[in-house]
């Protein structure tokens, strides 16, 4: 199922990825800098925490789609395995 997002929301997910771009070339040049491990460390806390937040709203989108094409006659068993398997999946890398 591919992802359909209402505009305002995938203008959201794109500024919220390309702040992320931004703080992990940042953590790279800290690296390159060889600056102190705790503040990086801080650094690849708040990028794993806004990849989270942005995996959170895909997500949210995604069981929206699915369910509501679930909803509107579409009985297959398949749409609510798949909505599924996706969450675990996701639930698993956090």
């Given at each position: 199922?591919?992802l359909?997002?209402?505009?305002?929301d995938?203008e959201?997910?794109?500024?919220?990825l390309?702040?992320i771009?931004?703080?992990?070339?940042?953590?790279?040049?800290?690296?390159?800098?060889e600056?102190d491990?705790?503040?990086i460390?801080?650094?690849?806390a708040?990028?794993?925490?806004?990849m989270?937040?942005?995996?959170?709203l895909?997500l949210?989108?995604?069981?929206?789609?699915?369910?509501?094409?679930?909803?509107?006659?579409?009985t297959?068993?398949?749409?609510?395995?798949?909505?599924?398997?996706?969450?675990?999946?996701?639930?698993?890398?956090?």
């Amino acid at each position: 199922m591919r992802l359909i997002l209402r505009t305002d929301d995938k203008e959201a997910i794109i500024k919220r990825l390309r702040r992320i771009e931004g703080q992990v070339k940042g953590i790279q040049k800290m690296v390159e800098e060889e600056k102190d491990c705790g503040d990086i460390l801080i650094q690849v806390a708040a990028v794993r925490s806004a990849m989270n937040s942005v995996g959170g709203l895909i997500l949210e989108n995604y069981m929206k789609d699915c369910l509501k094409s679930y909803l509107d006659g579409n009985t297959e068993d398949e749409i609510l395995d798949n909505l599924v398997d996706i969450m675990i999946k996701y639930t698993k890398q956090n």
